[in-house]
T-cell receptor, first 110, second 114 residues
Framework: QQQVKQSPQSLIVQKGGISIINCAYE??????FPWYQQFPGKGPALLIA?????SEKKEGRFTISFNKSAKQFSLHIMDSQPGDSATYFC?????????FGAGTRLTVKP | KAGVTQTPRYLIKTRGQQVTLSCSPI?????VSWYQQTPGQGLQFLFE???????NKGNFPGRFSGRQFSNSRSEMNVSTLELGDSALYLC?????????????FGPGTRLTVT
């Protein structure tokens, strides 16, 4: 069964805008929440990750917001650039058991 | 440090055949996980190996199997291939030290079954 629900499926943003991708999880035992970026023909690359003891983590233009009580977390991409156009996956894991969202295809228009 | 490598990158097989894919993890990483990625099902977990032992297995039929060697390199095998096995097969390695479960993916092997 799907344990991590990701939305939207696709997203189109203008250059300079903010891209927001949301994920919700079911298993409260999950304790590690990474985001991966995947370009066509490549494997997913770890972008940023958060643990449930913090509510926000920022790395450059990428920010994860985490709401433990709502079992939701989101990725914000500030000042989105055409080079950010890719598929983004959220994931949730407990130890070596990692579950992925279905992915969001982001297109940033110049 | 070299990343995760997978061979071959592309493979075309016929229904009924079997295939073996190889994954070399990042140096020092002892855990290797395998995933199947398809447009319809997304990233689905196949299995995970640590120190030559399978520790976790996803919901795939027994035709899918794997193993890990003492140098942490891993192989996965799919027997009696079906058309639905066409997918990108990804492996990911992890250090698994302390609280670190960060997984680093290889470029994948694109398998096409005809």
């Amino acid at each position: 069964q799907q344990q991590v629900k990701q939305s939207p499926q696709s997203l189109i943003v203008q250059k300079g805008g903010i891209s927001i991708i949301n994920c919700a999880y079911e298993n409260t035992a999950f304790d590690y929440f990474p985001w991966y970026q995947q370009f066509p023909g490549k494997g997913p690359a770890l972008l940023i990750a958060i643990r449930p003891d913090v509510s926000e983590k920022k790395e450059g233009r990428f920010t994860i917001s985490f709401n433990k009580s709502a079992k939701q977390f989101s990725l914000h991409i500030m000042d989105s650039q055409p080079g950010d156009s890719a598929t983004y996956f959220c994931a949730a894991s407990k130890g070596n058991d990692m579950r992925f969202g279905a992915g969001t295809r982001l297109t940033v228009k110049p | 440090k070299a990343g995760v490598t997978q061979t071959p990158r592309y493979l075309i097989k016929t229904r009924g055949q079997q295939v073996t894919l190889s994954c070399s993890p990042i140096s020092g990483h002892r855990s290797v996980s395998w995933y199947q990625q398809t447009p319809g099902q997304g990233l689905q977990f196949l299995f995970e190996y640590f120190s030559e032992t399978q520790r976790n297995k996803g919901n795939f039929p027994g035709r899918f199997s794997g193993r890990q060697f003492s140098n942490s390199r891993s192989e996965m095998n799919v027997s009696t291939l079906e058309l639905g096995d066409s997918a990108l097969y990804l492996c990911a390695s992890s250090l698994l030290g302390g609280n670190s479960y960060e997984q680093y993916f290889g470029p994948g092997t694109r398998l096409t079954v005809t």
